[in-house]
């Protein structure tokens, strides 16, 4: 039977996941693909304590795979030696191009964009496979790398759509719009802050990060009701989604957001914005409402949704319906398999 070790990223490790509140998604997978392989490894920089987070797969042990996986760019050159080194194949993956983000955070020309795209180039042409999470990510790795069609692969991100689904409206005093992601630049949440104000909301954004503080200074400055729960264990979230009126992603650029497809699927009306990884998601009109990063333009699709119970009803279904047809794990697991099999043939 085939095997896979997964190496995580540089410095990352289970109790790191744990500690993000994730480690229970970013584990399902892996739970479904040891019940068909021989074995699943993962490869962590948490030493001991990694070891105790999944006493029933294997941790630190790679002869007995024939297939080595990364988890993300960053540090996926550790893997592929590890693969060479040992004879195995070796499959790339990664949720987003570590490229585009260095570019639009440091700009195309800097230090940090050139590393990373000679970091892509080194991993990528070397890889048996590359995986990714959208048709405009591979459409880069071929035409950027030069990499075979046929060796670069589409394998969307997953959402358990069984944890994740529509619960009984709420029944709150104020409507309840909610974030989840980093409070963080990329993430734009302080246009969202803004789009608040003027409106009879409460603004509930979970996550942690640098603009926590003025977050919560701007709110006050602008009399926004705003709640900051930080980081919740993934568990928590479908409860924290089934308590909120709608979804809103006001990110300025995204890889292939799963916190948005978790909240399509427990059946809440989305806003996202119209750029790389959310326009892709989003039929607007039909599973959610597209529109620009401004605070202004924010606030207008958030009103639109307010306005209308009965267009947040249509799209929470339909956007249900999308990601159980699309993203769920039962759908995703297969491909995964797939991948391995084929390396292992």
């Known amino acids: 039977m085939a095997g896979l070790t997964l190496f995580f990223c540089r410095r990352g ?32 920089y948490g030493f001991e304590g990694d070891e105790a987070l999944v006493s029933d797969l294997h941790p630190l042990f790679v002869h007995g795979s024939t297939v080595v996986k990364s988890n993300q760019v960053e540090g996926a050159d550790v893997p592929l030696r ?33 590393r990373a795209r000679a970091l892509e180039r080194q991993v990528f042409t070397k890889a048996d496979r590359v995986v990714v999470t959208t048709d405009e990510m591979r459409r880069v790795v071929v035409e950027r790398y030069g990499v075979p069609e046929e060796r670069a692969r589409v394998i969307p991100n997953y959402v358990d759509t069984e944890a994740f689904r529509p619960r009984a409206a709420p029944a709150n005093d104020l409507p309840r719009v909610c974030f989840v992601g980093r409070l963080d630049d990329q ?24 603009l926590r503080g003025e977050l919560e200074r701007r709110a006050a400055e602008l009399g926004v009701r705003l709640s900051l729960p930080g980081r919740l264990p993934h568990g ?10 709608l979804f809103v992603l006001p990110s300025h650029y995204e890889g292939h957001p799963k916190t948005l497809l978790e909240a399509m699927a427990a059946g809440l009306p989305v806003v996202g914005t119209d750029v790389e990884g959310i326009r892709k998601l989003l039929r607007p009109g039909e599973t959610g409402l597209v529109t620009g990063t401004s605070a ?3 606030r207008e699709a958030i009103r639109e949704l307010l306005d209308s119970p009965a267009l947040r009803e249509r799209l929470g279904r339909a956007a249900r319906e999308f ?3 699309s993203y769920s794990l039962a759908k995703i697991a297969p491909l995964e398999l797939g991948i391995v099999r084929e390396l292992s043939a």
């Open 236 to 245: 928590e979230l479908p409860e924290l989604l089934a308590t909120c009126d």
């Open 82 to 114: 590890a693969a060479r080194r040992w004879g195995k194949k070796f499959v790339a993956r990664c949720g987003y191009l570590l490229s585009h983000f260095s570019e639009r955070r440091y700009g195309p020309g800097s230090p940090q964009a050139e």
């Open 13 to 44: 490790s289970l109790q790191g996941w744990n500690s993000d509140g994730f480690l229970e998604r970013e584990l399902a997978l892996y739970r479904i693909l040891a019940a068909s392989l021989e074995r699943v490894t993962f490869v962590t």
């Open 323 to 325: 990601v159980v047809e």
């Open 296 to 298: 202004p333009e924010l």
């Open 187 to 210: 993430k734009n949440p302080l246009a969202l802050v803004e789009a608040a104000s003027g409106l009879d909301v409460e603004l509930v954004l979970v996550g942690a990060g640098r």
